[in-house]
């Protein structure tokens, strides 16, 4: 890959990462089987923190999804959770997280290779471990259907893989609720039950999957929590995927540093989920 590119900006962090590269910012490094780079692929781009401000704001008034599903109690939200949950696609801002995961772990050994059926379209991924670095991105954009939606790009760093773990969100103006529209594909969709609780953080679980909007199955129920550190000035998540039959299947846990960048739409994969 041609190093001018990742100082050009505003190119996919994890098209950069999933190449071979291994790119934090320009304080940070992060061990394991690629080449170390000490770049800022963003340094390019003048930004100023008035603006991102007024970005935060929303000098169009628009509500963002969680705001829509949550109504006012929004507000309850710790406000660095209202700066990261209040993004719309007219701020022309994507989050980009960058942290590492406590411990990855769930799923019978004997049965983890089943797991591998999911890899492929970012589901689910059989690799387990201790201290697995982490890479998020967030970008807000309206879909081929005019509906604002939300993408979680997780990427995590195994010594010998890369898995994904992807989904598309959406508002469902019917069902009053959000969507998940889940992996690369989005063949498949739940509905998420989200509310703020009573520490200022988020916290959504998952309803019966269906798959491409009709066929229902016994699926998961994936439960997500997320708070803010002001010690550590960083999100801490905590997801746990469960079966019904199977127990938990996977469980995730860690601390997320997170940093809003300008972006315009070139810049967001299909469907805002990377192939």
């Not at 900006?9 to 061990?31: D, F, H, P, Q, R």
């Not at 991102?52 to 705001?67: E, R």
């Not at 591998?116 to 970012?122: E, P």
Request: aromatic share 12%.
């Amino acid at each position: 890959m041609d190093k001018d590119l990742l100082t050009a900006g505003l190119i996919s962090y994890s098209s950069i990462i999933e190449s071979g590269y291994l790119c934090y910012n320009a304080n940070t490094y992060m061990k394991g089987k690629f080449n170390f780079l000490k770049l800022n692929i963003f340094k390019t781009v003048p930004f100023d923190a008035g603006l991102l401000y007024l970005f935060w704001k929303g000098v169009s008034g628009m509500k963002s999804i969680y705001h829509r599903a949550l109504g006012e109690e929004f507000h309850n939200l710790h406000p660095e959770l209202q700066k990261k949950y209040g993004l719309t696609s007219k701020q022309n801002l994507m989050v980009l997280g960058q942290g590492r995961m406590t411990e990855i772990r769930g799923t019978h050994p004997l049965l983890r290779p089943f797991l591998q059926m999911g890899s492929k379209d970012h589901l689910v991924f059989a690799e387990r471990g201790r201290d697995v670095p982490f890479t998020l991105e967030n970008y807000v954009y309206e879909d081929e259907k005019g509906r604002e939606t939300v993408s979680w790009i997780r990427r995590f760093f195994f010594p010998y893989a890369i898995r994904g773990f992807d989904a598309a969100m959406r508002y469902d103006e019917e069902k009053e609720s959000l969507v998940d529209d889940l992996g690369k594909s989005g063949l498949m969709q739940t509905e998420l039950d989200i509310h703020v609780t009573g520490e200022g953080g988020l916290y959504m679980e998952s309803k019966a999957i269906n798959v491409n909007g009709g066929i229902s199955m016994t699926a998961p129920t994936t439960s997500v929590y997320e708070h803010y550190d002001e010690e550590e000035e960083a999100f801490r998540i905590h997801v746990h995927a469960e079966h019904p039959w199977l127990g938990t299947l996977m469980m995730y846990e860690g601390t997320v540093h997170t940093e809003f960048l300008p972006m315009t739409y070139n810049n967001i994969p299909k469907r805002g989920v990377l192939e």
